[in-house]
Nanobody, 122 residues
Framework: QVQIVESGGGLVQPGGSLRLSCAVSGFTTMHLTIYDMRWFRQAPGKERELVAH??????LITYADSVKGRFTIFRDKNLVYLQMNGLKPEDTAVYFCNADGGRDGRASETYWGQGTEVTVSS
């Protein structure tokens, strides 16, 4: 019943912007608490890498060095977004939303979306 759906990907020119959205559902029905949320990306022929990480609350937001100053992750309950500015061709990848879920203050499982494609090209 837990579902993660990403949206907002597409084709954009270098220097352009995109906002990716991630909607997480089913946690309440399953009596689960959403803890950390993240955005990953995977370029063709490359390993999946962590792009941004936002804790449940009170923790520090972190970014990959390659996107610092250009990308911003933010969340609102069961929603998490990735604002991408100053896009570069090397940002081309499939972007995945990830969320940890669990009970009693401890994450026990991690959930993944199917990904949304971002292509940066002139």
């Amino acid at each position: 019943q837990v579902q993660i759906v990403e949206s907002g990907g597409g084709l954009v020119q270098p220097g352009g912007s995109l906002r990716l959205s991630c909607a997480v559902s089913g946690f309440t029905t399953m009596h689960l608490t959403i803890y950390d949320m993240r955005w990953f990306r995977q370029a063709p022929g490359k390993e999946r890498e962590l792009v941004a990480h936002v804790p449940d609350g009170g923790g520090l937001i972190t970014y990959a060095d390659s996107v610092k100053g250009r990308f911003t992750i933010f969340r609102d309950k069961n929603l998490v977004y990735l604002q991408m500015n100053g896009l570069k061709p090397e940002d081309t990848a499939v972007y995945f939303c990830n969320a940890d879920g669990g009970r009693d203050g401890r994450a026990s499982e991690t959930y993944w979306g199917q990904g949304t494609e971002v292509t940066v090209s002139s």
